[in-house]
């Protein structure tokens, strides 16, 4: 009798149409097994004196044995002398925030910037994205950069297009200077590198206060939102949050580059300008907070994926622009076939990409 096998508190697992997977989130690694054996799983994890009797009508004795030692040896599980308390890793998702990150897109038009960043302050938003399109001038930026000292986040990252106005050591001196600003993107450059910015005072220990990471690909407003297995997510926090919440929309208020708030600033809807509607009343439509629990279950196609559990998501460019529950459109994996494909070759989406402005 094997009932005092155990999963790993940091192990979680999922069926899919095709296969079933077991996440390792702490090592970051994927197992793929039969569908059947996640069955296996959920009676491992009840842990109940009948487990083992149901576990051997499911599957043959011998396979059961192989498959706890596949377990075992992968560091899924292990063996406890006795039942044990062993604590599994909690899947309930609560945060004490109503607002979780936002962001703002600036072209050519900043007077939206500070009456932009004051709602952000007022409904306690802590993670800002700044994307900045246009080529800015040196004063320009560090007027941006000093309208943003004057508030308090807890992580900022500014996202800009390469231009020989805006020279290097500027942009290390806004990571020294303002602690929240911790990376800086830079669209546009010749190679893709990350540099740290390191709080150098000669002591033995050094301190890094950011990166800046240097992009070939440039700034585009319909850049984002691409679905790979580089973007899924590991963090206990994030799986919780995408079982129960939309992985990207959750808690995220935007504006967009002419002051629109909506969920994201990629997304048509929107819910005002800034110029004239509060955070607070946006917050309160029903409309807009909607989004925030679409999860995976919820998405076509998706539900169906053994990835739902770590993938990211995308409500903006999908593969049916009119159906809000339509799988992401930049996703190239098909999980009743269990492969990945170029998603902007595939000619089932090129009427959706046409919509999006995407060829
Ligand atoms: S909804 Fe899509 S485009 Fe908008 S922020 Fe999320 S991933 Fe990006
Ligand atoms: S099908 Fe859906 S859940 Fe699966 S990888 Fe693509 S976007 Fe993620």
Redo the contacts with the bound molecule.
């Keep these: 009798m094997k009932n005092n096998l155990h999963l790993s508190s940091e192990v979680i697992f999922n069926s899919g149409i095709t296969r079933g997977v077991i996440i390792d989130t702490i090592r970051r690694e994927l197992f793929y097994i039969d569908n059947s054996f996640i069955r296996i799983l959920e009676l491992i994890e009840k842990d109940s004196n009948e487990s083992f009797e149901k576990m051997v009508k499911l599957v043959p004795l011998p396979e059961l044995h192989k498959f706890f030692d596949f377990l075992v040896e992968n560091e899924l599980a292990f063996y406890s002398k006795g039942p044990g308390e062993f604590k599994r890793i909690d899947t309930s998702w609560e945060i004490p925030l109503e607002v979780i990150n936002g962001i703002i897109d600036i072209d050519t038009d900043f007077s939206f910037y500070e009456k932009a960043l004051s709602e952000f302050e007022k409904v306690d938003c802590r993670e800002l994205q700044i994307r900045l399109f246009s080529d800015l001038d040196l004063t320009e930026f560090q007027k941006l950069v000093t309208i943003i000292n004057q508030y308090e986040f807890h992580y900022v990252e500014i996202h800009l297009v390469k231009n020989s106005y805006i020279p290097e050591e500027e942009i290390r001196r806004v990571i020294e200077n303002v602690w929240f600003v911790t990376n800086i993107l830079i669209y546009g450059s010749e190679d893709n590198k990350i540099v740290r910015v390191i709080n150098d005072t000669g002591d033995y220990f050094q301190i890094s206060l950011g990166t800046i990471s240097y992009l070939k690909q440039s700034l585009k407003q319909n850049g984002c939102g691409s679905?790979s297995q580089h973007t899924f997510t590991w963090s206990k926090d994030n799986i919780r949050e995408n079982i129960s919440h939309n992985s990207c929309l959750n808690g995220k208020i935007s504006v967009d580059r002419s002051g629109y708030i909506k969920n994201c600033p990629s997304m048509a809807k929107n819910f005002g300008n800034i110029a004239s509607v509060s955070f607070r009343d946006v917050l309160n439509n029903n409309e807009f907070r909607g989004l925030w629990l679409i999860n995976?279950d919820k998405?076509n196609?998706?539900k169906f994926?053994e990835?739902?559990k770590i993938?990211?998501?995308c409500r903006a460019y999908l593969d049916n622009p009119d159906d809000i529950y339509s799988?992401?459109l930049k996703?190239g994996?098909?999980?009743f076939t269990a492969r990945w494909e170029d998603w902007s070759t595939n000619p089932l989406k090129l009427k959706a990409m046409s919509v999006y402005g995407l060829v």
Aim: net charge positive; charged share 30%.
């Design positions: 679905i995976k998405i196609i998706c994926c990835y739902r993938c990211t998501d799988k992401p996703c994996y098909d999980p």
